[in-house]
C-alpha cells in the first residue's frame, strides 16, 4: 500500500517540529534580528530601517498572490516569487498594521525565490513585497481588503 | 394616495389588455421560442434559479448602478436604457422579462415566470431541436438554495429536481451554505459534474486528513470536466463564487478556501488547450457579471464565460477583448426566469462563429411537463400548508432586487423594528427573493422566498454611531468599489428607520453621510443605538428566525402599505443610465 502524500507530509512536520524542539533556539541565535526596521511605524520609516542607503524601483518580474478580499484578516496567506537574479532578501510590508514589516525572509545563493507566509492584517491595507536584488529593491504592491463581510448576492 | 395609485394601474392594467391580441399569438408573433439550430454545439444555460421549482414573478431591478468603466454599460442599465441597447421593442414580451418597466400591469398581462416544469418543457425542446448528443444543460449555481423546502431538505429537494432537469454541469456558491459534509453528499447525489477550480482545501486542513479532489494541487472539487458533443471535445472550467467564506458564514465549511485565483485559470486554461486539444473553452461562473468582464479581459484562451451571481439578465453576449483574442461574457438573470442558449460554431481553430439568446420562460406560453410537475407536487406535499399559510395582503407591489432598499426588504425592515422594539433595523442586500403583485396574498412560502437561508437568526444588541457608519461604508464598498475584483456581488445593506446620503463616487469611508433616524434625529458617532437585524456572518446569533418575526408582523398588519421607503438620497447618481423610473 502506497503512503498517502498528505500522511507523508503528515509525519514529515511532525519530524521538523521535533528538530525544532530539541534544538530550542537560544536568544543568541535572533543575533540578526533587525529591530529597528520591525519596531518602525511608518510604512517610509520601515523601507529605511530595513534597507538603508537603497532605492527602490517598481517591478512587473516580482509575482505576489494574495487575495483581493481576506477570507480571515489573522491569516493571510501571501505568496512571492521573482525570477530576478541574485536574490538577497524578500520583504513583505504592510502598510496600516502598527508596525509595517511584517517578515523577510534572507535567501542564500542556492535558494528558490519562491516563498510563502501567512500575515495578520488589522484592516484594509496595502501589501508590499521587496525583493532585494542586484544592490536593489524591486517592488510590487496590491490592495487586501479586510471586510466585516455578509451581503453576498 | 395609495388607494388611488393602486386603483390607477389596476385600470390601466385593464386598459391594456383590451386592445390585446390573446397571448398565445402574440408570443408567436414574436417568435420568442423559436430558435434555429446554427452552429455545432449548443450550450444551455440557467443561474441562480433559487430553488423555485414553481412559477414565480420576478421584477428586474430600475436602480442598478454603474460607475467608472461600467458607466452606462451592461449590465448596469435599466428600464429604456436596456431596451435602447439591446433594441428590444417597448411592451412586448422580452421588454417585461429584462425591466421593470410597467412591472405591475405586465405581469397581470404575462403571468408568471420560471418554475421547473416550464423550464423542463423548453430545455427538452431546445435539446431536441438540435440534438441531445450535441448539447450541454450548464447551471450556474445558487440552485439548491432558496426556499423552505429547499432548507427543510439541505437542498435535496433541488438535487433531485436538476437530476430530472439534467444538468450535466453545474458550479455553485449558497450550495456551500449547507455544512461540508452534507455539500459533499449532495455533490455526490448530483448525476451531473460539480466543478469549480477556485475552490481548495487549506494546507493545514489536508494534513488533518480533509478530503479533496485531489491532494497535490489541493482542489476540493473537479476543476473542470471534458464534455464530447457529436464528436467535439468541450472543455467547461467551474468558478464558484469567490468569496463565499467572507459574504457567507465560513463555519460550514471550515477547511476550504475560496478566491478569484485568475492566474491559476489562465495556467488550467493554457494546460487545457495543450493537453486536451479542446474545440472551446467555457468557463461556468458565478463570480458576478462585473468580475467576469474583468477577468475575461485578462485570462486569454476562454472562449466564452457564462455567468451568474449578479442576477443580471442580459439579451447579448458582451464581447471582450484580451491579450490574445476575445471572450464572450454572458450572464443569465435568476428565479428560473431565463434559459441561455448558445450555439456555438466549431471549425479547425476552435470556435469561428456563434448565437446567442436569452430565452424568458413564461409559463402561460409553455406546457409543464408532467413528471417534473408531478415530482414537485409530489415532494411540496408534506409542507403544502405550512408553505401556503396566508399571512396577510400586499397593499402594493413587493420586490427586493435593486442597489437600495426593495418593498419587500423595508416590510422585513419594518417588522424587525417593530417586533424587537429597535430604532433601527439592518437586513441583507441578497438579491434573490420574489415579487408579490399588489392585491396578492402574502404567504409563508413568499416570506421563506426572500429569507429561506442556513443562518437566519435575528439579534438585538446596541451599537454606536461610528459602528453602524462603518457597516454601511464597507457594505457600500464592496457594491460600488472601482475594482470589480473587490466587489461581493451583493446589494446595499437594508435599512429600517435610519436614512442617510450616499455618494457611490467617494472612496470607502467617505460615501455615507447625514445619517438620520426617522424622527430626523441626526445619528451621533459616539451614542448607541439599539438595532436589530439577522443572518450574522461571524457567529449564530440568538434571537428566532427572520421568517418568524415577518410573519409575527404580516399577521398583524393584515394588510401592507409602506409608510416610509429607507431609500439613501443619491449624490452624483442622477443622470446614471443604472436607474430608470418604473
Known amino acids: 500500500m502506497q503512503m498517502k502524500r498528505r500522511y507523508f507530509l503528515a509525519s514529515l512536520c511532525k519530524a521538523a517540529a521535533c528538530i525544532?524542539?530539541?534544538?530550542?533556539?537560544?536568544?543568541?541565535?535572533?543575533?540578526?534580528?533587525?529591530?529597528?526596521?520591525?519596531?518602525a511605524e511608518t510604512l517610509d520609516g520601515a523601507f529605511k530601517n530595513k534597507y538603508p542607503g537603497l532605492d527602490i524601483v517598481d517591478s512587473q518580474a516580482i509575482k505576489l498572490k494574495a487575495p483581493a478580499i481576506a477570507e480571515n484578516g489573522s491569516v493571510v496567506p501571501v505568496t512571492v516569487k521573482t525570477d530576478l537574479p541574485d536574490v538577497k532578501s524578500i520583504s513583505l510590508f504592510v502598510e496600516k498594521n502598527p508596525s509595517p514589516l511584517a517578515a523577510t525572509f534572507n535567501l542564500g545563493p542556492l535558494n528558490v525565490a519562491d516563498v510563502s507566509i501567512r500575515i495578520r492584517m488589522g484592516e484594509t491595507s496595502?501589501?508590499?513585497?521587496?525583493?532585494?536584488?542586484?544592490?536593489?529593491?524591486?517592488?510590487?504592491?496590491?490592495?487586501?481588503?479586510?471586510?466585516?463581510?455578509?451581503c453576498g448576492g | 394616495m395609495n388607494i388611488d395609485r393602486r386603483e390607477f394601474l389596476r385600470l390601466l392594467t385593464f386598459a391594456s389588455a383590451?386592445?390585446?391580441?390573446?397571448?398565445?399569438?402574440?408570443?408567436?408573433?414574436?417568435?420568442?421560442?423559436?430558435?434555429?439550430?446554427?452552429?455545432?454545439?449548443?450550450?444551455?444555460?440557467?443561474?441562480?434559479?433559487?430553488?423555485?421549482?414553481?412559477?414565480?414573478y420576478f421584477r428586474e431591478p430600475s436602480v442598478n448602478l454603474g460607475f467608472h468603466d461600467a458607466l452606462g454599460k451592461a449590465p448596469h442599465l435599466t428600464g429604456a436604457r436596456l431596451l435602447e441597447r439591446f433594441k428590444i421593442v417597448a411592451g412586448s414580451h422580452l421588454a417585461h422579462a429584462f425591466t421593470s418597466l410597467n412591472f405591475t400591469e405586465a405581469a397581470n398581462q404575462y403571468g408568471k415566470v420560471g418554475g421547473f416544469a416550464y423550464l423542463k418543457t423548453l430545455i427538452d425542446d431546445l435539446r431536441d431541436g438540435f440534438g441531445s448528443d450535441k448539447t450541454l444543460l450548464l447551471d450556474g449555481g445558487d440552485t439548491w438554495q432558496g426556499s423552505g423546502t429547499a432548507l427543510w431538505t439541505r437542498g435535496k429537494d433541488m438535487v433531485a429536481a436538476c437530476n430530472l432537469l439534467g444538468v450535466d454541469v453545474m458550479t455553485g456558491h449558497w450550495e456551500f451554505t449547507y455544512r461540508d459534509g452534507e455539500v459533499l453528499e449532495n455533490i455526490a447525489a448530483f448525476k451531473g459534474d460539480f466543478v469549480a477550480q477556485n475552490v481548495k482545501v487549506k494546507e493545514d486542513a489536508?494534513?488533518?486528513?480533509?478530503?479533496?479532489?485531489?491532494?497535490?494541487?489541493?482542489?476540493?472539487?473537479?476543476p473542470y470536466v471534458m464534455k464530447n458533443l457529436g464528436g467535439h471535445r468541450i472543455a467547461v472550467i467551474g468558478q464558484a463564487f469567490p468569496y463565499t467564506p467572507v459574504a457567507n458564514p465560513s463555519r460550514f465549511i471550515p477547511d476550504w478556501t475560496f478566491g478569484i485565483n485568475d492566474g491559476d485559470l489562465?495556467?488550467?486554461?493554457?494546460e487545457i488547450r495543450s493537453s486536451e486539444k479542446p474545440s472551446a473553452v467555457i468557463v461556468l461562473s458565478h463570480n458576478g457579471m462585473d468580475v467576469d468582464l474583468k477577468m475575461a479581459s485578462r485570462v486569454t484562451g476562454i472562449d466564452a464565460i457564462l455567468g451568474g451571481h449578479t442576477h443580471d439578465g442580459i439579451p447579448a453576449p458582451i464581447e471582450v477583448k484580451n491579450a490574445n483574442g476575445i471572450t464572450l461574457v454572458t450572464n443569465a438573470g435568476c428565479n428560473g426566469k431565463f434559459v441561455g442558449v448558445l450555439d456555438l460554431k466549431l471549425g479547425a481553430q476552435g470556435v469561428s462563429g456563434y448565437y446567442y439568446k436569452l430565452l424568458p420562460v413564461f409559463s402561460n406560453l409553455l406546457k409543464a411537463?408532467?413528471?417534473?410537475?408531478?415530482?414537485?407536487?409530489?415532494?411540496?406535499?408534506?409542507?403544502?400548508?405550512?408553505l401556503e399559510a396566508p399571512l396577510a395582503v400586499a397593499g402594493e407591489l413587493l420586490y427586493r432586487r435593486g442597489n437600495f432598499n426593495g418593498t419587500f426588504d423595508q416590510v422585513i425592515c419594518d417588522a424587525l423594528r417593530m417586533v424587537n422594539d429597535v430604532q433601527i433595523s439592518l437586513s441583507p442586500g441578497f438579491r434573490w427573493g420574489t415579487s408579490v403583485l399588489p392585491g396578492q396574498t402574502i404567504t409563508m412560502e413568499h416570506v421563506l422566498d426572500q429569507t429561506c437561508i442556513t443562518y437566519p437568526e435575528t439579534y438585538v444588541r446596541e451599537m454606536s454611531g461610528k459602528d453602524l457608519k462603518a457597516i454601511l461604508?464597507?457594505?457600500?464598498?464592496?457594491?460600488?468599489?472601482?475594482?470589480?475584483?473587490?466587489?461581493?456581488?451583493?446589494?446595499?445593506?437594508?435599512?429600517?428607520?435610519?436614512d442617510y446620503r450616499f455618494d457611490p463616487l467617494q472612496a470607502m469611508g467617505k460615501r455615507v453621510s447625514e445619517m438620520t433616524l426617522d424622527n430626523g434625529e441626526k445619528i451621533q458617532a459616539g451614542k448607541n443605538y439599539k438595532v436589530a437585524g439577522w443572518a450574522t456572518v461571524g457567529s449564530q446569533s440568538a434571537g428566532e428566525p427572520i421568517w418568524d418575526t415577518v410573519a409575527t408582523y404580516l399577521r398583524d398588519v393584515k394588510t401592507v402599505n409602506i409608510k416610509k421607503m429607507n431609500t439613501p438620497v443619491l449624490l452624483n447618481a442622477v443622470n446614471n443610465p443604472g436607474i430608470s423610473n418604473g
Open chain 2, 18 to 56: 383590451a386592445g390585446l391580441l390573446p397571448l398565445n399569438s402574440r408570443a408567436a408573433n414574436e417568435g420568442l421560442y423559436n430558435i434555429p439550430a446554427r452552429g455545432d454545439v449548443r450550450l444551455l444555460h440557467i443561474t441562480d434559479t433559487h430553488a423555485q421549482l414553481k412559477p414565480v
Open chain 2, 473 to 498: 461604508e464597507d457594505v457600500g464598498d464592496n457594491l460600488f468599489n472601482p475594482d470589480p475584483y473587490y466587489q461581493q456581488g451583493g446589494d446595499m445593506v437594508r435599512l429600517g428607520g435610519l
Open chain 2, 206 to 222: 489536508l494534513f488533518d486528513g480533509s478530503p479533496a479532489y485531489d491532494e497535490d494541487s489541493g482542489h476540493a472539487l473537479k
Open chain 2, 266 to 270: 489562465q495556467e488550467l486554461v493554457d
Open chain 1, 126 to 150: 496595502n501589501l508590499v513585497a521587496v525583493v532585494e536584488s542586484g544592490g536593489k529593491l524591486h517592488r510590487v504592491q496590491q490592495e487586501v481588503k479586510v471586510t466585516i463581510g455578509g
Open chain 2, 369 to 386: 411537463d408532467p413528471a417534473m410537475a408531478s415530482y414537485i407536487e409530489t415532494m411540496r406535499k408534506p409542507w403544502q400548508s405550512k
Open chain 1, 20 to 39: 525544532v524542539a530539541a534544538t530550542s533556539f537560544p536568544r543568541l541565535a535572533f543575533s540578526g534580528w533587525n529591530e529597528r526596521a520591525f519596531q
